[in-house]
Nanobody, 126 residues
Framework: QVQWTESGGGLVRAGDSLRLSCVAS????????KAWFRQAPGKEREFVAAVIWNGEIKYADSVRGRFTISNDNDETSMNLQMNSLKSEDTAVYFC????????????????????WGQGTQVTVSS
């Protein structure tokens, strides 16, 4: 079992930056894919970014060029650097990991992800 714990959320102004971190307890594998999702009030959970088991990195169109996902070559942690934040980035952000070697296209959906954190709130004021 793997349990992720997010940190780094908060209240910022539009244009500011935040760095979210996530740390695992348990036994993540180097081959696990890792991702960030977010859920805004009244909306479904949506994909933000992922580091896939084959080394590929994916971003949602809405964050590409502003957000950067990393794991520092450490299977027990992952980060999300968020720059040029917008009010529409306001959401609860979740980190997650997936065990299994699916095609890369699968990892922009929540279904492959086995382990999730509890989420951290990011609020961007305009």
């Amino acid at each position: 079992q793997v349990q992720w714990t997010e940190s780094g959320g908060g209240l910022v102004r539009a244009g500011d930056s935040l760095r979210l971190s996530c740390v695992a307890s348990g036994r993540p594998l180097t081959s696990d894919s890792k991702a960030w999702f977010r859920q805004a009030p009244g909306k479904e959970r949506e994909f933000v970014a992922a580091v896939i088991w084959n080394g590929e990195i994916k971003y949602a169109d809405s964050v590409r060029g502003r957000f950067t996902i990393s794991n520092d070559n450490d299977e027990t942690s992952m980060n999300l650097q968020m720059n040029s934040l917008k009010s529409e980035d306001t959401a609860v952000y979740f980190c997650a990991s997936a065990r299994g070697l699916y095609p890369a296209s699968h990892y922009t959906n929540a279904s492959p992800y086995n382990y999730w954190g509890q989420g951290t709130q990011v609020t961007v004021s305009s």
